[in-house]
């Protein structure tokens, strides 16, 4: 559904907030709130492209789960490996490191996901009670990670 679709956007726009914040000098500013939007609607626009062009995806609701977290852990590794340390050469230290480890705990999360997926595509009961983990770590871990991994300058909720 769109609110589904929305809320999954949402979701994954939590870390690309994170990551144009470390990059930007200014602050979440027009641009860097742009780019943390276009970088969130990178993988649904993609698996949506999947999902047309590939009958076979779109016949299953768990292969387009399947579909959406890897292509997730495919975009995450790329910034983790690639895209980010070139665009935080600039960040401080502090910055680097919580763009960095925000990022990898995202690629955790897609990753155990995906493994789920794959198990309980092969029939294997146990995926199900794998997607346990990644559902804590969505749901009720990130937000506590990015925080307390945050630079103490990013943690101040309010006029200090």
Same mark, same amino acid.
């Given at each position: 559904? *769109?609110?589904?679709?929305? &809320?999954?956007?949402? #979701? ?6 994170? %990551? ?16 943390? %939007?276009?970088?969130? /609607? ?6 949506? *492209?999947?999902? /047309?062009?590939?009958?076979? *995806? ?8 399947? %579909?959406? !977290? ?11 490996? #690639? ?6 050469? !600039?960040?401080?230290? !502090? ?10 705990? *995202? ?10 997926? %794959? /198990? ?6 146990? $995926? &199900? ?15 506590? &990670? ?7 300058? !990013?943690?101040?909720? $309010?006029?200090?």
């Amino acid at each position: 559904s *769109v609110l589904g679709v929305a &809320f999954v956007i949402a #979701g994954d726009l939590r870390l690309f907030v994170v %990551v144009e914040r470390c990059v930007s000098r200014r602050g979440l500013d027009a641009r860097a709130v742009g780019l943390a %939007v276009a970088s969130a /609607l990178v993988v649904p626009i993609a698996s949506a *492209v999947a999902r /047309l062009a590939v009958p076979a *995806v779109a016949a299953s609701e768990r292969v387009q789960y399947l %579909v959406y !977290e890897a292509m997730f852990v495919a975009l995450a590794l790329v910034w983790r490996l #690639g895209v980010l340390p070139a665009r935080l050469r !600039e960040a401080t230290p !502090e910055a680097r490191r919580w763009a960095l480890s925000a990022t990898t705990f *995202v690629l955790a999360q897609y990753t155990l996901w995906a493994t789920a997926d %794959v /198990l309980i595509l092969a029939g294997r009961d146990v $995926g &199900f009670a794998l997607r346990l983990a990644p559902n804590a770590l969505y749901y009720a871990l990130f937000l506590p &990670f990015v925080y307390a991994t945050a630079p103490a300058s !990013e943690r101040a909720l $309010g006029p200090a």
